[in-house]
């Protein structure tokens, strides 16, 4: 019913800056909250960083000041722009949404695949 597929992964080297992509597609109707978590090796997985549909965000501490996420609701997509990557936010970045289809009658979280970002030099 839903999909969302992350792109924009990748080996980058400590400073860099990745773009991270999360496309939702399928029967939607709205989508009010869209956010990032990831999960490194050995981790529980974490959230990163949402915004609502307002435009309202929330970010980690760890990486408030470096990263910025934001949406495209015409086309149900969400950015997360990464700057000044450190090592230590290698993992495995999720994107999740809230999602209200056509034939449902509440909202639903469904999540993407996940997509890698290694921070190494």
């Known amino acids: 019913q839903v999909q969302l597929v992350e792109s924009g992964g990748g080996l980058v080297q400590p400073g860099g800056s990745l773009r991270l992509s999360c496309a939702a597609s399928?029967?939607?109707?709205?989508?009010?909250?869209m956010r990032w978590y990831r999960q490194a090796p050995g981790k529980q997985r974490e959230l990163v960083a949402g915004?609502?549909?307002?435009?309202?965000?929330n970010y980690a501490d760890s990486v408030k000041g470096r990263f910025t996420i934001s949406r495209d609701n015409a086309k149900n997509t969400a950015y997360l722009q990464m700057n000044s990557l450190k090592p230590e936010d290698t993992a495995v970045y999720y994107c999740?949404?809230?999602?209200?289809?056509?034939?449902?009658?509440?909202?639903?979280?469904?999540w993407g695949q996940g997509t890698q970002v290694t921070v190494s030099s």
């Open positions: 915004i609502n549909s307002g435009g309202s965000t």
């Open positions: 999740n949404a809230n999602v209200l289809i056509y034939t449902g009658g509440e909202y639903r979280s469904y």
């Open positions: 399928g029967s939607i109707r709205n989508i009010n909250t």
